[in-house]
């Protein structure tokens, strides 16, 4: 399959660009497109049963890890959860639209192929222009993860999408870098006080400000528990770039020399090095 790639400016939005790809995505096509968070790969209608197996396929994710639905209004949760606790007015007053992804009850118009199988689903509002212009242009509801191949670290902009996906999804929108390159912080409100299950751009006492304490699932902080963590998402690998990674740890002296010689044997081998270091040792390296 062939990749339309299309620029689009999210400070002067091209509506054709985004009717050409809202339509793409009605018929049931691909389309990455930028979100503040990382780029995301649109798969239809969330409300469509079928609409999703297209999206795990190209992604190669596994289909037992649910998809986030994204909206661009906020009437519009009505329409895909029931039960919503009264503090969500308060949490989308203060962080939609932006980088976070709520749980509810799912209502029935959502199918389980959205859901991959569950009862609840993740809904999200995100602030960038271009995708909430794409939403409305689809019918208000698609379904988006993030648009790598599942393993793989999520796109931040439309070259990695590019290179990671080009011949298996139909479009890319392709709206420059994206702000924040963090993916989305995942909360689930059927539980009370609500709990965070992906960590992300909103922390836990940002949320605390607004709701009062939040408590965070017990497998994020303790990687001794035997539970499975509650995002199903968070048991696969993630993040995991494709190259080696080594973490150098004791006395700074020894550091340095280690450090050093490690970069200096990889670079013999022509191998390009990346150094990660602390304040303390990076004015020394
Ligand atoms: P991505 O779209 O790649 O950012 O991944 C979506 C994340 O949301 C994955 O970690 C999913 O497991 C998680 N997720 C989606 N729906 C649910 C749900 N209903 N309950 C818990 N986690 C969910
Ligand atoms: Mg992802």
Do not use: C
């Amino acid at each position: 399959m062939e990749t339309i790639i299309r620029k689009i400016d999210k400070n002067q939005i091209n509506q054709d660009v985004i009717e050409e790809a809202g339509n793409v995505l009605k018929q049931g096509g691909l389309v990455a497109f930028p979100t503040e968070t990382v780029y995301g790969l649109g798969g239809a209608d969330a409300l469509k049963e079928e609409a999703a197996k297209k999206t795990y396929a190209a992604k190669g994710r596994p289909s037992d890890n649910p998809l986030i639905v994204h909206i661009a209004d906020y009437e519009d949760l009505k329409k895909v959860a029931v039960n919503i606790p009264p503090e969500t007015d308060a949490l989308a007053a203060h962080f939609w639209p932006g980088p976070l992804t709520m749980i509810f009850e799912k209502s029935e118009s959502v199918p389980y192929g959205t859901t991959g199988g569950l009862d609840t689903v993740a809904v999200r509002m995100p602030s960038d222009p271009i995708a909430a212009a794409l939403i409305r242009a689809a019918g208000g509801f698609v379904s988006a993860p993030s648009a790598n191949t599942s393993g793989r670290p999520s796109p931040t902009t439309a070259e990695h999408v590019r290179v990671d996906l080009e011949g298996k999804i139909d479009m890319i929108l392709d709206g420059g870098a994206v702000d924040i390159g963090l993916e989305s912080t995942i909360l689930d409100m059927t539980v009370e006080p609500p709990m965070i299950l992906r960590p992300g751009a909103i922390t836990a006492d940002m949320f605390e400000e607004v709701i009062g304490p939040v408590s965070v699932d017990e497998t994020l902080v303790n990687s001794e528990s035997k539970q499975a963590p509650k995002a199903p998402g968070m048991k696969y690998r993630h993040y995991a770039p494709k190259a080696k990674m080594m973490i150098v740890e004791g006395n700074i002296r020894e550091e340095i020399l280690a450090i050093r010689q490690l970069a200096y044997a990889a670079h013999r081998e022509g191998k390009e090095v990346g150094i990660i270091a602390t304040g303390g040792n990076s004015s020394v390296l």
